[in-house]
């Protein structure tokens, strides 16, 4: 069976075949030709799969980001970024990348931060000095950062999948998201440099106050969503509810930017996305569970435990392959795909189970915008209006500091688990 399964995923991706149809429809064949598994106990699976409390948040999640762009919050976002470090070498692209840091502790997802931060801040960067090509690679790595940083929607799946605590991978991705963005800075600041681009003046104490102030309400929602979770108050689900009430309410009391016909075309929008990822999850979990129905999951840890006995290797071995995964494969996807194969052979050599989270989600933030298939690339696209060739060597020079945060990430444990066992 797992040959063919083998085989019908191959043949579905190589033929552009949308990725939940390749997923289900290649582990409903191969059970029907292949096995003597009843089909009907695969359509119980594909509702089984989403009907799980902890995936409520992604819809909740999706809403409270376009609520978010639309209501205002994410352009003061931008301004108080800026008074912040505008006035540093690459100051505008720093507001970039600070931005998109803010912007993805408040919404979890990747693709809306680039959107978001990226229609404001393209023209911005092209005024400024900073060419097509550099300017299109830092708004697609940028948004990635989306994925390690808190609410992140594929912190939520990995935990749904394998049962880690949602909460603890909030807080770890806190560390890794920072250190994470940091590498970016770095190469922003370099960049900058070399090129002798203007910055802005330092903005005074007044005006940074003045757009803290105004940026304020915003800059509540992830305060709010961690403390609630780790206070007691509420679950990440509950947490996803109320940053979407939450984001309704400065949008239109405080900012007072949206209006009820606005409203409406967020929700339909958010609906929308949101039955786009939660099909992509039923379709994963059905693979999944005839993945173990096959015994693959054991047969990979029993490989690994016979063949790799250093933690050291298997982590190096991870990063490799999720990175390869990466470039073919959306995030939510691909953990539902490896996380239950890998999981308990990370157990087995040690390694903290929140770790590795954080580890699988910085590969898949990485892939984001690795040709060929990277999402943020062709997000980027819609906004910049120019073609991929073109973007290349802007991502890669961003993608070779970002791997070097990885390995930190990756090797250095105490950047995702110190704030975490500090709370404990």
């Known amino acids: 069976m797992l040959t063919t399964l083998g085989i019908l995923i191959f043949l579905f ?24 598994i009843q089909p009907m106990i ?4 594909l509702f089984g799969g989403i009907d799980q409390f902890a995936l409520m948040a992604l819809p909740f999640f999706i809403l409270a980001a376009n609520i978010m762009d639309g209501g205002g919050l994410s352009r003061r976002i931008l301004r108080f970024s800026r008074a912040l470090v505008g006035h540093l070498s690459g100051g505008i692209a720093m507001t970039t990348q600070v931005s998109s840091m803010f ?8 693709p809306a931060t680039v959107i978001a931060i990226g229609k404001i801040m393209y023209p911005d960067l092209l005024r400024g000095g900073y060419g097509k090509s550099f300017s299109a690679g830092l708004l697609a790595s940028a948004g990635s950062v ?9 912190l939520i799946i990995f935990g749904s999948v394998t049962g880690v605590s949602v909460g603890s ?58 403390g609630g979770i780790y206070s007691g108050i509420f679950t990440p689900t509950e947490a996803a509810g109320i940053s979407a009430v939450y984001a309704f309410v400065i949008g239109f009391f405080v900012y007072k930017e949206l209006t009820l016909k606005k409203m409406y075309t967020i929700c339909v929008e958010s609906a929308i996305t949101s039955a786009q990822v939660l099909v992509l999850v039923a379709a994963a979990q059905v693979l999944g569970w005839v993945l173990t129905r096959a015994r693959l999951p054991q047969m990979v840890a029993e490989f690994i435990s016979q063949n790799i006995t ?20 959306e995030g939510v996807a691909a953990i539902i795909v490896t996380a239950p194969l890998l999981y308990p052979a990370a157990l087995a050599l040690g390694i903290d189970p929140v770790h590795l ?68």
């Not at 991706?13 to 003597?36: C, E, K, N, Q, R």
């Not at 695969?42 to 699976?45: D, F, S, V």
């Not at 912007?103 to 990747?110: N, Q």
């Not at 005074?204 to 929602?221: P, V």
């Open 103 to 110: 912007f993805g502790a408040l919404s979890g997802s990747s």
């Open 13 to 36: 991706l190589l033929t552009s075949v949308p990725i939940f149809i390749s997923l289900g429809m290649a582990a409903f064949l191969a059970v029907l030709f292949s096995s003597d």
């Open 357 to 424: 989270g954080i580890i699988m989600i910085a590969n898949l933030a990485i892939g984001m915008y690795t040709p060929p298939f990277g999402m943020n690339i062709f997000v980027t696209q819609t906004v910049t209006k120019i073609d991929m060739a073109e973007m290349m060597p802007g991502i890669l020079k961003f993608l070779a500091f970002n791997l070097g945060a990885l390995l930190l990430i990756t090797y250095v444990p105490e950047i995702s688990l110190f704030l975490v066992n500090l709370l404990e």
């Open 42 to 45: 695969l359509i119980q699976r």
């Open 146 to 154: 989306s994925l390690i940083i808190p609410p992140s929607i594929t």
């Open 169 to 226: 991978l909030f807080i770890a991705g806190i560390g890794a998201g920072i250190v994470f963005g940091l590498s970016s800075i770095l190469y922003i600041y370099i960049y900058a440099k070399k090129n002798n681009l203007p910055r802005d003046n330092k903005a005074s104490f007044s005006e940074l106050a003045l757009s803290f102030g105004k940026a304020i309400w915003a800059l509540l929602i992830p305060v709010i969503i961690l």
């Open 310 to 329: 250093s933690a050291m290797l298997f982590l190096l071995i991870l990063n490799l392959i999720l990175l390869l995964l990466g470039m073919f494969m």
